[in-house]
């Protein structure tokens, strides 16, 4: 059975650090995208961050460059996002998804096949 889940959300004060995960299981990454949105609410789901599992290229938005990466393991079949410099605009829920995207259309969200159940992330003080 595929499956995707995000642990790791929670609530974090402005400037500060959280690590989410995406864990795979059913099938291998490896020849997928995967990639993290976030939806605030009374917004549309944006995209945050992709890598294309092929050849290690990332994508970011540019909402979160110099302050958010994408690191992935293998063996864990793991993706992670990790958040720096949080601001209270990065509060929203945090989905994972997988599909065969490349390129210019990593953030459109139609075009992926797997999503997780989403992960809250709230930053306040």
């Known amino acids: 059975q595929v499956q995707l889940v995000e642990p790791g959300g929670g609530t974090v004060q402005p400037g500060g650090s959280l690590r989410l995960s995406c864990v795979a299981s059913?099938?291998?990454?490896?020849?997928?995208?995967i990639a993290w949105f976030r939806q605030a609410p009374g917004k549309e789901r944006e995209g945050v961050s992709c890598?294309?599992?092929?050849?290690?290229?990332?994508y970011y938005a540019d909402s979160v460059k110099g302050r958010f990466t994408i690191p992935m393991d293998n063996a864990k079949n793991t993706v992670y996002l990790q958040m720096n410099s949080l601001k209270r605009e990065d509060t929203a829920i945090y989905y994972c998804?997988?599909?065969?995207?490349?390129?210019?259309?990593?953030?459109?969200?139609?075009?992926?096949?797997?999503w997780g159940p989403g992960t809250q992330v709230t930053v306040s003080s």
């Open positions: 890598i294309n599992e092929s050849d290690g290229t990332t």
């Open positions: 998804a997988a599909g065969p995207v490349d390129g210019s259309t990593w953030d459109d969200s139609y075009l992926y096949d797997y």
């Open positions: 059913g099938f291998t990454l490896d020849y997928y995208a």
